[in-house]
């Protein structure tokens, strides 16, 4: 199978003055720079790229390359040193209150059940209450808690509080998502399960996903393109299109199109000295 590799500012119909046509999110040459008392840190060198409304896009790499910077500055929680980040061609320069997010820790509220953890972003946002009761309501039978609602967080597992902070993110139909590294506590099996449903939400409501992630599976599973990304300071290596038929099943992992995705972005780690098959030595 050909892989369909691009840089990321190819993608999409280019406009006269430099304007990508169908872009929703726009990365133009965002640098990160951090004052440590160990000196500067480059989190992240002039990266770009862009992302259509409706997107899946995983952003991939090791350890301090960049990728939860880059979603904070998305986020507007943070400011970049220099470029900028636009969202239907406004620029980030503040909080946003327009998105959904989803961290790796649920931080759910421990004296609100279930439902009341998700009807907390309604509340926040005033949003009429039978109407947002009822879509907490049908948000969290998707991902399979309809049972669970009235329970607290001690009383729910690793996955199910993260379901929860799944459906938080999202009773207010935000355009975008943004998930930083959301099943990195879990194990496997949950891991898988927390993927499947994550599809399902996904192709229901076809938000534009921004999704941080370590590993290699999880973004070739979920992704309509994987952002490779260099060591520190972060850097654009590849941008990787993944042409796989959805709804994607866990079998498609054992199939040799998903083994070849995930060679070429294996291989690309191993060239950039992000992972070593030989530590300690050379090989014979």
């Not at 199939?255 to 060679?263: G, K, L, N, Q, T």
């Amino acid at each position: 199978m050909e892989l369909a590799v691009a840089p990321p500012m190819d993608s999409g119909q280019v406009r006269a003055g430099g304007e990508l046509a169908d872009s929703y999110l726009d990365v133009r040459d965002l640098t990160k720079i951090y004052a440590t008392r160990d000196g500067v840190v480059r989190a992240l060198d002039r990266v770009s790229l862009t992302a259509k409304r409706g997107e899946f896009l995983s952003i991939l790499g090791p350890s301090g390359c960049g990728k939860s910077t880059l979603l904070m500055i998305a986020a507007g929680l943070i400011p970049g040193s220099s470029g900028e980040i636009r969202i239907a061609g406004q620029k980030i320069d503040r909080p946003r209150t327009d998105i959904g997010i989803v961290f790796q820790s649920p931080v759910l509220l421990e004296w609100r059940t279930a439902l009341g953890n998700v009807m907390l972003q309604a509340e926040a946002r005033k949003m009429e209450h039978k109407a947002a009761l009822k879509r907490a309501r049908e948000l969290l039978a998707s991902v399979g808690l309809s049972d669970f609602e009235n329970k607290y967080p001690h009383e729910l597992s690793g996955g199910m509080r993260q379901r929860v902070s799944i459906c938080r993110s999202l009773i207010h139909s935000p355009d975008q998502l943004l998930m930083d590294e959301p099943f990195g506590a879990l194990d496997s099996l949950t891991r898988d399960q927390l993927v499947l449903d994550l599809q399902q939400l996904w192709m229901k409501q076809r938000m534009t996903v921004l999704f941080i992630t370590h590993s290699v599976a999880e973004a070739v599973f979920l992704s309509d393109r994987v952002v490779v990304m260099s060591p520190r300071p972060g850097r654009i290596d590849r941008v990787i299109e993944i042409d796989l038929p959805r709804p994607r099943t866990l079998a498609m992992r054992e199939s040799p199109e998903f083994a070849d995705y995930s060679r070429q972005i294996m291989e690309l780690f191993l060239a950039r000295g992000v992972l070593n098959e030989h530590p300690g030595g050379k090989a014979e």
